[in-house]
């Protein structure tokens, strides 16, 4: 287990500091709370960030030293890591170290799957045609017929809009 230091939130603050235990290594809750994350959110960044440390939050810590009103150790539940383990209040702490240990393995995986570039090297530029601008009579301001309407077998004179 890793040890993370964080400010006490004990009733009565009767010690400086307390002491969140987390897995040294990705394990199948973890791994499993993590993947949830990041498949369930929509687009990448801040957002998945967020998600990401929310699984960390309240899947990593196993032990710590936060007391209840009475000095009885609190046990860990998501109701007392909300509580207790806020985020200027140790969670942040916890969330990054939890992202230090475990990110890197619980991306791999999702690597491994992502499709292989071409080695045939870089993709020859687009041929297909780029409008000019300026006064070309064949551009598209200029005023032509795109279609012609039939009638009776003959074309019209009337040009289509």
Known sequence: MKDIAVPCSCPGT??????????????????????????????????????????WLHNAPRAWTFVDDKGDPLPVTIENIDARLTWNGGGYEVAEAANGLYAGDLFAPLVKRMPKPSRRGR??????????SGSDPE???????????????????????
Do not use: F, W
């Open 14 to 55: 009767p010690h400086a500091q307390d002491t969140v235990s987390i897995p040294e290594v990705l394990d199948a809750r973890l791994g499993a709370a993590g993947t949830y994350a990041v498949s369930n959110t929509p687009g990448i960044g801040a957002d998945m960030e967020g998600a990401i440390s929310d699984a």
């Open 123 to 132: 993709t020859a530029p687009s041929t297909s045609a780029i409008p000019s």
């Open 139 to 161: 551009s598209d301001s200029s005023p032509k017929p795109s279609l012609r309407t039939v009638t009776g077998g003959r074309r019209s004179g009337a040009k289509a809009s």
